[in-house]
DNA sequence: CCATATAGTTCTAAAACAGAACTGTCAAAT
DNA sequence: ATTTGACAGTTCTGTTTTAGAACTATATGG
């Protein structure tokens, strides 16, 4: 399967995955979230290749997940700053941020705290249901089709599996 | 930077990052909380290469994010398990999920919908502060170094951005 | 005129991945 | 008893992606 394909399928994971799925990609966002808006800032905290930055960071804007406006003329400079679409993607970054605070972190404790601004505290987040407001869990959720799913639905199969069901058939 | 010196960094997510932070892996566990649980069903859902499919696969094992244990002696056959380990990642696949929905779907709209067991009704996923309760976006999150942080701490950067700091001196 | 800052692009070698075929164990069918 | 099929991998070869380093381009300041 190409990344291209990917966000064809009719799994919103998996498209999102097509567009945000790698770890450059992650580590790069993450950075966003931190306030890096410069080429050289993202390059020199994360330590990619320039090549891959160039082409990560053209991938973002042409998803619509940063914007690059420019910051100086002569000679023409630009920085990124995340568009809405991106900023929506806050979610994600702190599921991983807590999965990892939770699961990974050695002796010395959790690297960064967050701090909510409204209640004043050091919170964790938690995923709950928009309908009734309690903490979700994944055996508390049932999965079913939507108006997007196609024909054989809870198993969003990919091309490459039809062809590979084509192929046992001849 | 190798995925091995990804899981050693003094950033969550950039270790979270190193255990589920490719396409593959995210898919896999995609599966995994759709009840797959079988090697051919993995690979014939997914369509990912049989070398990768086993190779992910220990890897999640070896990461205690699946459990393999045997469902018949002769021949010996495994399946794979979530663990809780595993099964807390599951506020980052809604989150996906949800970002995909709310930015990815065609015309045709959701393929895939969600219904709380508790309250019956179909949702989406809603990131909350633990402390106050109120949802969350990232304008109101401040963040800071914790017990965990290193010496220079609001930027993670990594031993590859050190080395190149080296090398610039040289 | 040289060094520095910024934002890239280009090159080569190494690593990861795709696609296909092959191995091994057993049960059921012929 | 031999063949077929299911299952869970492993092994091979060739392509794609990524790493690492050097190079380009535009401008400022000394």
């Known amino acids: 399967m190409k990344w291209k394909e990917l966000e064809e399928e009719p799994c919103s994971m998996a498209r999102t995955i097509g567009v ?3 770890r450059w990609t992650l580590l790069i966002l993450r950075e966003c979230f931190l306030r890096t808006r410069r080429f050289e ?9 320039r090549h891959l ?9 042409r998803q619509g997940i940063l ?3 420019p910051y ?3 000679p023409k400079r630009h920085e990124y700053i995340l568009t809405q679409k991106g900023l929506d993607l806050y979610p994600i970054m702190m599921a991983i941020v807590h999965w990892g605070d939770t699961h990974m972190v050695d002796e010395r404790g959790r690297p960064l705290l ?5 209640c004043g505290k050091d919170f964790d987040p938690v995923m709950v249901c928009s309908e009734c407001g309690e ?3 994944a055996k508390e959720v049932h999965t079913h089709p939507g ?3 196609r024909s054989t639905p809870p198993n969003p199969a990919s091309a490459a599996s039809k062809a590979k069901a084509r192929s046992r058939a001849a």
Not at 53 to 61: G, H, I, P, T
Not at 114 to 118: E, F, S, T
């Open 72 to 74: 100086q003329e002569s």
């Open 41 to 49: 800032g993202f390059q020199s905290a994360l330590g990619i290749t």
């Open 147 to 149: 108006p997007g799913a």
């Open 67 to 69: 914007r690059r406006i």
């Open 20 to 22: 945000i799925g790698d």
């Open 53 to 61: 930055l160039a082409e990560r960071l053209k991938k973002l804007v």
């Open 135 to 137: 903490p979700l869990s």
């Open 114 to 118: 967050h701090q909510h601004r409204k």
